[in-house]
T-cell receptor, first 112, second 114 residues
Framework: SQQGEEDPQALSIQEGENATMNCSYK?????LQWYRQNSGRGLVHLIL?????REKHSGRLRVTLDTSKKSSSLLITASRAADTASYFC????????????FGKGTKLTVNP | DAGVIQSPRHEVTEMGQEVTLRCKPI?????LFWYRQTMMRGLELLIY????????DSGMPEDRFSAKMPNASFSTLKIQPSEPRDSAVYFC????????????FGPGTRLTVL
């Protein structure tokens, strides 16, 4: 199984600023998913990007995927205090087992 | 749909006691996953089921841990005997298709073993 590695481990920004988080992985993938975890809660799925897609949008979220570099990024535009959470990527490997492996995540703090 | 339901939400027990965590997946989902989350180790997959059958239990830490899924709407994770190092938040998740689909997480059970 393959684990994504999020970078940075922690990020602190002011409300209204953009937040960018990165994810790197090692082997070819079918798709890659991003999840958010608010403090004390379970993970919530944000977006899935397939290996043949380069960019995907969902509201204030923009995800990019570069399969040649084996990396993905999650951009949150015009951040809000409510975006404060940990963000995880989960690459879905080709030919791998049927399980996602989550990294340690990026802890985002948006200061009001 | 109510989403994935877990109980109890909090459990405090003493070392050596048996602990049973419960999960009801989303109706119609064929896959169920049990995770454990700690500050030190992050989110670890313990075991997952497909159509009530355990497929991969390689993440189960030791024989003190066991999981069952007697039917499509119920699963348990049991720790016997419990130890302080088992203290963690335990999540249950379900998905329609394991590999390519979204996983839906429950709210978690915060376990404290004294």
């Amino acid at each position: 199984s393959q684990q994504g590695e999020e970078d940075p481990q922690a990020l602190s920004i002011q409300e209204g600023e953009n937040a960018t988080m990165n994810c790197s992985y090692k082997t070819s993938i079918n798709n890659l998913q991003w999840y958010r975890q608010n403090s004390g809660r379970g993970l919530v799925h944000l977006i899935l990007i397939r290996s043949n897609e380069r960019e995907k949008h969902s509201g204030r979220l923009r995800v990019t995927l570069d399969t040649s570099k084996k990396s993905s990024s999650l951009l949150i535009t015009a951040s809000r205090a409510a975006d404060t959470a940990s963000y995880f990527c989960a690459p879905n490997p080709q030919g791998g087992s049927e399980k996602l492996v989550f990294g340690k995540g990026t802890k985002l703090t948006v200061n009001p | 749909d109510a989403g994935v339901i877990q109980s109890p939400r909090h459990e405090v027990t003493e070392m050596g006691q048996e602990v049973t965590l419960r999960c009801k997946p989303i109706s119609g989902h064929d896959y169920l996953f049990w995770y454990r989350q700690t500050m030190m180790r992050g989110l670890e997959l313990l075991i997952y089921f497909n159509n009530n059958v355990p497929i991969d239990d390689s993440g189960m830490p030791e024989d003190r841990f066991s999981a069952k899924m007697p039917n499509a709407s119920f699963s348990t994770l049991k720790i016997q005997p419990s130890e302080p190092r088992d203290s963690a938040v335990y999540f249950c998740a379900s998905s329609l298709l394991a590999r390519t689909d979204t996983q839906y997480f429950g709210p978690g059970t915060r376990l404290t073993v004294l």
